[in-house]
């Protein structure tokens, strides 16, 4: 009888430990499965879209740049004979800056007036004949034609004779000079820059977005690069109505009190701020590449989904959302490095 129980009781530890390694395995291969699905599942973190308010203030840099400069340029020919204002002197509108030799050209002019002179007696003496045999219509028309060109002659040598007079044409500091007494000047020769830096305007760049928001009018606060410890304000006087290929837009402030310190091509910051708005913000960080084609990842259905976004920047790290996503829609944060259209995400 003994012999019969052992064989027996073997059998039950027997297939009791088969059952146990079946179950095992069987629980194995589901949590083998799972760990499979869950490696295909990449995990990320979002964000849902939505408005918030906040406040547009903005910095952009740029240079001084004086109210006007300009190169003058000679208009005669001739030697210089007198320097009146040099490299260095403020000149007011219309101040003789040098004079060139005009002996010559007084010389023709006194010609060209003795012949005007004698057209005029002599269309005087045929207009007088006018409808006798003495004369033709021909000859009358001739004599006309003839005084006309005597008074555009005389004219244009009156020109030639003032523009041996050379005259500044804006007002302003004389930045450079190109002439010495004896230089033998001709037309489009440079005689001096003159540089006007009253007022002075600071040049900037912005993006579309912050120039929507700029006025003419509006006050700024610069800080000038080498004078740190140093406040201004300045206004907006111009901005530009059309951006570059960069789509950066122009803009101009000038300060509202003029320094001595501040030269054109100086470096400074112009700190713009208005008021609060409401708008969607993304992260930077959120962009799949750059801002110049931007795309963002979107969770739906337990799936990324890529999408072109149109942005706007308003800060260091922060766009502003213009098109491309709706409120509510959740947008991928982090995690983005393996992520591919149509991915599997797991939203931690």
Not at 3 to 14: D, F, N, Q
Not at 57 to 79: D, Q, V
Not at 99 to 116: C, F, G, N, P, T
Not at 121 to 137: F, V
Request: without cysteine; negative net charge; proline residues 3%.
């Amino acid at each position: 009888m003994k012999k019969i129980i052992t064989p027996l009781i073997l059998v039950i530890i027997a297939a009791s430990i088969g059952f146990t390694l079946f179950k095992n395995k069987q629980e194995m291969e589901v949590k083998a499965e799972e760990a499979m699905k869950t490696s295909e599942s990449i995990p990320v973190r979002t964000a849902v879209i939505e408005k918030t308010a906040h406040k547009i203030s903005f910095t952009s840099n740029g240079t001084f740049e004086p109210n006007k400069e300009l190169t003058l340029k000679a208009e005669a020919s001739g030697k210089v004979l007198k320097i009146y204002k040099e490299k260095g002197d403020y000149v007011h509108k219309g101040d003789v800056i040098a004079k060139l030799d005009d002996e010559l050209i007084q010389s023709e002019l006194a010609i060209a007036e003795v012949k005007l002179h004698q057209n005029k007696k002599d269309l005087g003496r045929y207009e007088n004949l006018a409808g006798t045999e003495a004369i033709t219509e021909k000859q009358l028309e001739e004599i006309r034609n003839a005084t006309k060109m005597a008074e555009s002659d005389v004219k244009m040598k009156k020109k030639r004779l003032a523009n041996t007079v050379i005259t500044a044409p804006i007002s302003g500091y004389i930045n450079e000079d190109y002439i010495e007494i004896g230089t033998l000047m001709s037309p489009g020769m440079n005689v001096v820059d003159i540089v006007d830096i009253d007022p002075m305007k600071l040049v900037v760049k912005v993006s579309e977005l912050e120039i929507a928001r700029i006025n003419k009018g509006d006050k700024v606060k610069v800080k000038v690069g080498v004078l740190p410890e140093q406040d201004f304000e300045g206004k907006v006087s111009f901005t530009s109505r059309k951006g570059d290929a960069s789509l950066r837009y122009e803009v101009e402030i000038e300060l509202s009190e003029s320094s001595d310190q501040i030269k054109p091509g100086m470096f400074a910051y112009a700190a713009f701020d208005y008021p609060a708005e409401e708008a969607i913000l993304i992260d930077r960080k959120s962009l799949v590449s750059g801002v110049k084609n931007p795309e963002v990842y979107v969770v739906e259905n337990g799936k990324a989904v890529l999408k072109k976004v149109n942005l706007a920047q308003v800060g260091e790290n922060k766009l502003v959302l213009l098109d491309g996503l709706k409120e509510g829609e959740k947008l991928v944060t982090s995690g983005l490095i393996n992520l591919k259209d149509g991915t599997a995400v797991t939203e931690l």
